[in-house]
C-alpha cells in the first residue's frame, strides 16, 4: 500500500512538472507569435510571467521601458542586478515610488526588503535625492543589510528624520534605554516607541517605556491607545500618580473597554 502510494505521488509529481513545461513552452509561442503581429506589450506581459533572462534583451529592442511599470517585481525575480540598473538609468519614466510600493506589497516569494535595498542603494548612489521619501526606510535596510553603509548614509543624506536615525542606531548599538527615550522624547510617536519595545524581547524595557510615559500625561494618554496585546491598561493606570491630570483619559479608556469586548467576541 505504501509502495503504491509513493509510486502515485511520484506520477501525480511527474504529471504535474510535464504540464508546467508544457504550458510554459505554449506561452512562449504565444508571446512570439505576438511579435510577429507587433503586438510587443503582449508579447512582454508573457515574458516577464515566464521569468526569462532574454526579457531585458526584448526590453532593450523594442524600447519598451514604458511598459514595465507593473512587472517591477517578475523582473526583480528574473536578475535583481539588471532590473536595479533598468530602473535607475530610467528612473525618469519608472518612478521610485512605484517600485518601491510593488516590494512592498508583493505576495510573490521574495525576500523584497533585500530587493528594496539593493534598489535603494543604487538609486541613492546615482542621485542622492531622487528616493529621498523613502530615507528613514533605508536606515534600517542598511543597519539589515550593509551595515558599513549606514554610517556614510547618515552622514550624507538630509532627507531622513534625524531623531529616528540617531534612535535607530543606538537601538542597533544596544542603548535600548536612550533609543527609547529619544522616541518618547523627541519623536513622540507612541506607535514606533511600542514597536521598538516589542522588537527588543526585553521586558524591563516595558517598564522603562510606562516610567518615561508618565512624566508626560499626554504619553500616558497614547499608550493606554497602544496597550491592546502588549501591555495591562489597568497595570498602566494604577501606577498613574494622584492629580495628574490625562487627556481624554475617560474617552480612551472606553475605548479600550470596547476593543476588548470586540478582541473576546471575535
Known amino acids: 500500500m505504501r509502495v503504491a502510494k509513493r509510486i502515485s505521488n511520484k506520477i501525480l509529481v511527474e504529471l504535474k512538472f510535464l504540464h508546467q513545461i508544457i504550458f510554459g513552452r505554449l ?4 508571446a512570439e507569435l505576438y511579435v510577429i503581429n507587433g503586438q510587443y506589450e503582449k508579447a512582454l506581459s508573457l515574458y516577464a510571467e515566464l521569468l526569462k533572462p532574454e526579457v531585458f534583451e526584448f526590453i532593450e529592442k523594442y ?8 512587472k517591477i517585481v517578475n523582473l526583480m525575480i528574473v536578475d535583481n542586478k539588471r532590473t536595479v540598473h533598468l530602473r535607475t538609468q530610467h ?7 512605484e517600485v518601491v510600493e510593488q516590494l512592498l506589497h508583493t505576495s510573490k516569494k521574495c525576500d523584497k526588503r533585500y530587493l528594496l535595498h539593493l534598489y535603494l542603494h543604487a538609486l541613492f548612489e546615482i542621485d542622492i535625492h531622487a528616493g529621498k521619501d523613502f530615507h528613514d526606510m533605508q536606515v534600517e535596510l542598511y543597519a539589515d543589510y550593509e551595515t558599513r553603509m549606514l554610517l556614510p548614509f547618515l552622514l550624507t543624506s538630509q532627507h531622513y528624520r534625524l531623531d529616528k536615525g540617531a534612535s535607530f542606531v543606538l537601538g542597533r548599538m544596544g ?7 529619544t522616541i ?5 510617536d507612541m506607535q514606533e516607541a511600542v514597536e521598538f519595545v516589542t522588537e527588543q524581547h526585553d521586558d524591563e524595557l516595558w517598564e522603562e517605556l510606562i516610567r518615561q510615559c508618565l ?3 499626554e504619553m500616558v494618554g497614547n499608550l493606554l491607545e497602544h496597550t491592546v496585546g502588549n501591555l495591562d491598561p489597568l497595570y498602566i493606570v ?7 491630570e ?16 470586540t478582541e473576546t467576541s471575535l
Do not use: C, F, W
Not at 27 to 30: A, E, N, P, Q
Not at 184 to 188: A, V
Open 184 to 188: 518618547i522624547n523627541k519623536l513622540e
Open 63 to 70: 524600447n519598451m521601458y514604458d511598459a514595465i511599470h507593473d
Open 215 to 217: 512624566q508626560k500625561p
Open 27 to 30: 506561452r512562449k509561442s504565444l
Open 175 to 181: 542603548n535600548a534605554k536612550e533609543a527609547l527615550s
Open 246 to 261: 490625562i487627556p481624554r483619559l475617560q474617552d480612551r479608556l472606553v475605548k479600550i473597554v470596547t476593543d476588548y469586548r
Open 238 to 244: 494604577s501606577l498613574v500618580p494622584d492629580g495628574l
Open 91 to 97: 528612473r525618469d519614466i519608472i518612478l521610485p515610488y
